[in-house]
Each structure stands twice: as structure tokens, then as C-alpha cells.
């Protein structure tokens, strides 16, 4: 042994990337040499390798790794375009991207040179030139066109129901959004989208006026009107009322037309004009602490710091939101929650701040009958609270209208009508004082009943005499405002699976004959040879596993069921099932947009015209629809076909922001 060579650094060899690499099968699409070191690098990780083929292949092996590829994969199967349309394809999906996460046309003037600094040997980014007008005219003649597109295709052929709703933004120009709900052909799913934002003059929004350019959107279209079956938009009067309204002028042109008032706008409603009956000093002390505690950081430290002093959970005063009576029951709540906390408070504010307002807010404090009326009020706003979450929900629901609204007047009847009274509620008479219970043993709930006890009986009979007209006008806006009388709704309920599947649930509903007149529907004998054969199909077991699937699974099993022929067994049904479940249970997809439309315009974005605001919020509204964003939205031809100077700068004449 050479002693000599003892102790000395053996020198590593430097592998070189080997360009032969780029050719095996095993490594294309992901590997490349790295741009500044003697590595290979991961295009799909962002990580460097040793330019050893084992370490590659280990690499390769990865989870995280196998996890990316199949991200990229969609991206791979493009090999077939062009270097044009492959171009093409990734500037309309860097506009879905913006259009999807909202964010500013102008940030794609860095976002576009900074992808070419980061990604030097890709050639399709390095041709790409997006800048901010370009971006938007291909989210609006591009993606917002096609899908609009595709959209009027299917309503060309099918029945939909319409939901309308007016802004309420103070400006020169008012929205009207209009969105369609349609069963999809293609899964058999229920679609809820965005048709379009129409820009009305606030100077003059007459019904006249409103119905004039809801017509011309369908003519410009080309959208039949005759398809539309179903009507839903909010209480206002020059919507829904009886005389020149617009829903009046649509009428005159589908006289079979189903009108349903937004349900949590109805019960919205019903609650405020039954709170208008108890004092207004339940309100009046919900604004005042908010507004005296909420505008200084000074006091809600101090308050913090009563509320870890009392044990209580260190929770924000709330304020009243606009749709006030959607969030009062939170507001009381969170006022009774630290009741204590904010007597306390206010006691130490009036020596401190000497103001008359915290003299005020401290009288309500002290005075039991607020109190009293709070804890009520926390009870009876849950019924309204507990019927509005349900029919925010997006899931077919217009079979439950009729039940859960006949639920709902019961549930308030109960606290004050007698029972036997109750039974019958299309001939519930409240005038009659012989129909409603004693005032002593009116029910105002458990907290409220425990606080009165020590109340004197005259006190105690003054507030339940509130609470009663509290009640009273509660049920009787109920009768008149929502779905409980109408046997229409109430034969709805045979989309239900213990109705359509069991005899047992059939007895009221002997055929579907009601319904298919109302809807205009002419094939009624066969409709109701379908309708009675149906629990004749399936046995016992079948019915069980039917019944616990979704109701639109449901049905679309139900639906498919052939004769020995292969032809359908319930073609009839099916047609007026599409039909039925178009019908729209709440206008909350409506108030939806306005959600997308005021995160979309926001202080920044105060320059971006309808046309631009309609296309964002088209895409955003066909993107939640479908349950897709930015990353798995797929590129058509019909996109890569717009995508050109002609249709691009098509509206040149129009500017992108004023």
C-alpha cells in the first residue's frame, strides 16, 4: 500500500446531463438539464437531480412525483395541436385563471414576462403575449361567449324556469341578473347558471321596462320565451304584483306560467312584520351597542377585556346586516350572550366617556322588559332561521315547499291556538279569541318562560299580550305569503321516494293529473298508467336501495328502466320529472350572483363596464355549476376556433373600462 496517498480527498466524478436521456420514455415530458448547475432538473417538482440515470428513476418513483404527473397529465394529452393552438390553449386558460380567482386584468402585464423568465425552455410561453386588453376580451369573447353557448343550446330544446333579481347599489345604472334552471341532457343533473347581467336605467325601472329588456335578451338569443315554465324573483311589487307587474306581462305571453315568490324572502318578510309588533327598543339597543362599541378599537379592546374578566368567549358585538332579518336572531343572541359583560361595561363607559348615548345603552340594560322581549325573540326567530337555511341549500327541494311550510305555521301555532283548532289550518280562524289559548299559557320559550317568573302577573301578562301579536301577525303573513294552501305544491310532494315508491305514502296522490294540466302537459292517460304501475317495477329491496339515494339518483334510476324491448318504461314520467324539477324552490342562486358581482367590483375594479362584469361572472357562475375552476377547465375547439383577431377585438367600438 502507497502510504504516501493516506489522508488525501478522493475526487468525485462529475456526471454530465446526457441529452440521450430526453428520448427514453421514462423520462419525457418532466426532465430537462438544469439552467445553471451540472443537475437535471424536474420540470413538473421543481427540483434538481444528480445526473445519474438511478437517481432519475428513483426519482421517477416518487409519490410526489407520480401525484404531479397526473396533475399534468391533461396537459400532456395535447400533443396532437398545433404550436399555434397550444398557445391559444394556454392564453384562454391563464384567462380562466383570472376570471376564476378575480383578480386585476393588469397583473398579467408582470404575470406574462415573469412565466417566461421562470420557464426559459418552454416555447409556448415564450410566444404568449397577454397583455390586460387581451385578457379580458378572452374572458369575454372567448370563454363567457362559449359558455353562453352551450347554455343556449340546451335552452333552445328544453324546459327551464327563470330566477330574476334587481341590484340594490345606489348608482346611475341598476343590474338585473338572469339565471335558468334546467336539467342537464348530459348527467341528468339539475343546472343553475348565469344567462346574463342586463344594465337597466334607474331613472326608470317600470315593470314595462323590465319585461322589454328581459324579452329582448331572449330574442337577441333566439331563446324561445315559450320554454320557460317557472318564475322566481323576490316580494317587490313591480315584480310579482297583481297589475301591470312583470310578472303580469310575462304571464300574458306563457299563461301556464308557475310564479313562486323567493320562499326566504317571503319568510324574511313574515318575520319583520311580526317584530314590528313587539317595541322597537329590541332594535334600537342591537344598533346602539354596535355602533358604540364597533367604531373604536379602543373599546372593543376594553370590552375584550370584560369579557375574559367574566368568563365569557371573546366574540364581536355584531351588527345588523342589510337583510337584517336574516341575522337579527344572531345579533340577539350574541347581545344575551354577554348581557352581563356590556351592563357592566356601559356602567364603567358613563363615568368614563360621559356621553348620553352610553346613558341610554345602560337604561336598556336595566330594564327587564328588553330582556324579556330579547329572550323571546331568540326562541321564535329560530323557526324563521331554521325554514330560511333550508332552502339555501342547492338540492332539489320543491317537493318540500308545501310540507315544510304547513310545518312551519304549526310550529308557531302551537305555542298559542289551541290544538284542536290547529288540525285544520286552510279554516284557521285567528279573530276568534274562543281559537287561541289563555294568555298565561302562551309559550314564549324556556329561557323567557324561566325569566318571568320573577315578573309581577300584570307584567307578565303585558308582555305575552306582545308576544301573542307577535304570533298572531307571524301565521297570518304565513297563509298569505307562503306555498300552504296550494294543491299544486301539495301534489309536488310525489317526487318523494316513500310517495313514488310505496303504496303506503299514494293515497293522496292517485294520479298526476293536477299537475300535468297546471304545467300544460297534454298525454295525461299514459302519464297516469306510468305513475300507477311505478311501485309495481321494483321489489322490496330495490325500493329500500332507491329510496336512500338522492332524489335526482333516484329518479334517474327509476327513469331508466326498459322493457324487454329496450324501450323506457316511463318515457311520459321522465318528461314531466325534467319539468317539474326546473322549478326553482328560492331566488338564493340570484342573491348569489350579487355575492360574485360585489367580490368581482370591488374598489379597485370600480372602472369595469357591465359587458366585462357580466363575463366574469358568466364564467364564475358556469364554473360553480359544474363544481370546475381554472386548472381542470378544459379547452374545446370551439375555443381554440375564437381565438382569433376577428372574434377577439370583435366589440372595438366598445372600451373594457370606462
Known sequence: MDCSNKGAIKKRRVREFQASWLDDSSFKGWLAPHLSENRALCMICNKSINCRKSDLINHSHTVKHIENSGKCKAISNDNTLSHRDKVKRAEIKLAA????????????????????????????????????????????????????????????????SVLIDESTDISETKIMCVLVRYLSPINKKISTQLLDL???DAKDCSSSKIFEAFKNLFQTKQIPLTNIIGLACDNASVMIGCNNSFMTHLKSEIPELITLNCICHSSALVASRACEKLPDICENLIKGVASYISGSAKRCAILAEFQNFFHVDRHKVLKLANTRWLSFQKCVCRLLENWDVLKSYFLLAVVEDKLKSAE?????????????????????????????????????????????????????????VKLNVLNDIFNLNLKDKNNIQPVNEIYVGPECESFLENFTVECVHEIKLKCLDFYVTAVQKMLNRLPCKDPFFEQLSFLDPKIALFNDGRIKIKDLTLIAKRLNYNNITRLAYEWRILPTIFDDEKKVELASLEID??????????????SKIFPNLENLIEIVFSLPHSNAEAERIFSIVTDVKCKKRNRLTNNTLSAICIVRSSFQDQNINCYNFEVDDKHLELHNTASLYLDQTSSDED
Not at 380567482?101 to 410566444?127: E, G, R, T
Request: net charge positive; hydrophobic share 45%.
Open 360 to 416: 341610554t345603552i345602560l337604561h336598556y340594560f336595566q330594564d327587564n322588559l328588553i330582556k324579556a322581549y330579547l329572550l323571546f325573540l331568540k326562541y321564535s326567530l329560530n323557526f324563521f332561521n331554521t325554514f330560511n337555511a333550508l332552502f339555501q341549500f342547492r338540492n332539489i327541494l320543491i317537493h318540500l315547499l308545501y310540507k315544510n311550510s304547513r310545518q312551519l305555521i304549526l310550529q308557531f301555532g302551537q305555542n298559542f
Open 198 to 200: 342586463i344594465s337597466l
Open 97 to 160: 385563471f383570472f376570471a376564476d380567482h378575480n383578480i386585476a386584468f393588469s397583473i398579467v402585464d408582470h404575470l406574462v414576462p415573469l412565466l417566461k423568465d421562470i420557464s426559459i425552455d418552454s416555447k409556448i410561453v415564450q410566444d404568449l403575449s397577454l397583455s390586460r386588453k387581451k385578457c379580458s376580451k378572452i374572458v369575454k369573447n372567448i370563454i363567457a361567449k362559449r359558455e353562453t353557448e352551450k347554455l343556449i343550446l340546451n335552452l333552445k330544446t328544453r324546459k327551464f
Open 553 to 566: 339518483e333516484m329518479w334517474k334510476n327509476v327513469l331508466e328502466s326498459k322493457h324487454f324491448d329496450n
